[in-house]
């Protein structure tokens, strides 16, 4: 059985820093490209990061660059998300995905890059929130 836990999640004052984990299981891990993706309420969820041992393994949001690390420990099946310098904008449900593809897509649709299509994610994790206040 394929899982995805996510946790890290918290309250956090604008300018602080948060890391997220995401524990999986049930797959080939060192073969799979892994997203973070977030919900804001009322909007569509984002992506915002992704890792892949593959030649294309690593895609940030520009809302994001400069500002959160992501990485991959492939013995401990983690990849984590280091977000510093948080603001109130980036207040959503955090997820992670594993993608059915080997490597970090990203793919213009309607002028926008959208990371790792929803045909080409395989699983969910449960989610943990993230709040910064201001």
């Known amino acids: 059985e394929v899982q995805l836990v996510e946790s890290g999640g918290g309250l956090v004052q604008a300018g602080g820093s948060l890391r997220l984990s995401c524990v999986a299981s049930g797959f080939a891990f060192d073969d799979a490209a892994i997203g973070w993706f977030r919900q804001a309420p009322g909007k569509e969820r984002e992506g915002v990061s992704c890792?892949?041992?593959?030649?294309?393994?690593?895609y940030y949001a520009d809302s994001v660059k400069g500002r959160f690390t992501i990485s991959k420990d492939n013995a401990k099946n983690t990849v984590y998300l280091q977000m510093n310098s948080l603001k109130p904008e980036d207040t959503a449900v955090y997820y992670c995905?594993?993608?059915?593809?080997?490597?970090?897509?990203?793919?213009?649709?309607?002028?926008?890059?959208?990371?790792?299509?929803?045909?080409?994610?395989?699983?969910w994790g449960q989610g943990t929130q993230v709040t910064v206040s201001s």
């Open positions: 890792i892949s041992d593959s030649v294309s393994g690593l």
């Open positions: 995905a594993q993608s059915s593809i080997p490597y970090c897509s990203a793919t213009m649709v309607d002028g926008r890059v959208r990371m790792l299509l929803p045909a080409e994610i395989h699983n």
